[in-house]
Structures are given as structure tokens and as C-alpha cells.
């Protein structure tokens, strides 16, 4: 079966339209990934100079700040609070073993039981208190971590690890948008006319 002159024509109109066609595609679509590319380096650009130092700057300023006040309070806390009222605890319990240690000593000499001096106990207690306490704060003091290192801590690290995640997924979804897929648009191949 043969075509007529006039269906060749419209054909060959039809087929140089498409190559128009796709033409403009692939310089629209090289165009498209041409700002796509400068997207993200004005991106990384923005990041680089704006993101990441306002999280450093809201980091040192705000969550250092806090977390400082917090280990602070703690360390003020155990020191100011904890510390003496174990060592008031220690010294009380240190203080009644001697007297029932003196009282055992007393009947097994033969000296008979009576009630241990208040004021020695007293006097124990009040020693062994301060000895306890003294020996609990030396511990602690031992405890204390090393000095402040300088430079970003894990906060920052992770701060900017999650700019740099968000900027990647950013320049992934563009790329996937703005990308050539060849089996969506129409071959590459230039479109041969029909026989006749």
C-alpha cells in the first residue's frame, strides 16, 4: 500500500516537528540540569556561610549555656547537699559502732554496762562526719572529668551533619526532577520517514 504525495508531506512535516521538538527538549533539559548543578553549589554556598553558623551560634549560645547550668546545679547539688548528708549518715553510723564497741569492750572487762558519755559520741560523730565527708568530696573531686576541649562538640558535628543531609536530599530530589530519562522522552534516533 502506497501513500499519497500529500500523506508523505504531512508526514515529513510531522516527523521534522518532532525532531524540533526534541531538540528543544534536550537543550531545555540540559539548561534545566545546567541550574540545577549552580542550584546546589549556591546551595552548599548558603549552607556553608549561613546554616551552619547560625546552628553553631545558637548551639554555643543556647544548649551549651543550659547544659553548663544543668552540670552546674548537679555538681552543686552533690557537693552542697548530698555530700554532707552522707557524710553526716557515715559519721553517725561510725559514731554508734564505737559507742557499742566501747560498751562490749566495757562489760567484757568486767566494768558492767552503762549508757555510753553523750558528749564523746557526740564528739565521734561530729569527727567521723567530717572525716567522711572530707573522704567522699576527695573522690568526687577525683571524678571530675578532664578539661573543656575547644573546636564543636557532638552537637555541632551532628548539627552539621544533618545540614549537609538535608542539602544532599535537596540536590537528589532536583536531580531526580530535572533529570533526562530517556525512556520518557523520544529516541535519540531521528525519525525515518515511511516507506513509500
Known amino acids: 500500500m502506497s ?5 508523505k508531506k504531512e508526514l515529513r512535516k510531522l516527523q521534522d516537528s518532532a525532531t524540533k521538538l526534541w531538540e528543544s527538549q534536550q537543550v531545555l533539559v540540559g539548561e534545566a540540569a545546567g541550574m540545577a548543578r549552580e542550584a546546589g553549589r549556591q546551595l552548599g554556598n548558603y549552607s556553608r556561610e549561613q546554616v551552619v553558623p547560625t546552628v553553631q ?18 555538681r552543686h547539688a552533690l557537693d552542697h547537699k548530698v555530700v554532707p548528708a552522707v557524710g553526716t549518715v557515715v559519721g553517725s553510723a561510725l559514731s554508734v559502732w564505737d559507742a557499742a564497741n566501747d560498751t562490749r569492750a566495757r562489760i567484757a572487762s568486767g566494768k558492767g554496762f552503762e ?39 557532638v552537637g555541632g558535628v551532628i548539627a552539621i551533619v544533618f545540614g549537609v543531609l538535608a ?3 535537596v ?6 526532577t530535572l533529570r533526562a530519562d530517556d525512556e520518557l522522552w523520544v529516541a535519540d534516533d ?4 515511511p516507506d513509500a
Open 3 to 7: 501513500l499519497s504525495r500529500k500523506r
Open 57 to 74: 551560634h545558637t548551639y554555643t549560645d543556647r544548649v551549651l549555656p543550659a547544659v553548663d547550668r544543668g552540670v552546674r546545679a548537679g
Open 115 to 153: 549508757f555510753p558519755d553523750t558528749r564523746k559520741v557526740g564528739k565521734n560523730a561530729d569527727k567521723y562526719r567530717k572525716q567522711a565527708t572530707k573522704a567522699i568530696a576527695k573522690r568526687l573531686a577525683a571524678l571530675e572529668p578532664a578539661p573543656k576541649k575547644s573546636g564543636p562538640g
Open 167 to 169: 542539602a544532599a536530599g
Open 171 to 176: 540536590l537528589y530530589a532536583a536531580w531526580q
Open 190 to 193: 531521528p525519525l525515518a520517514a
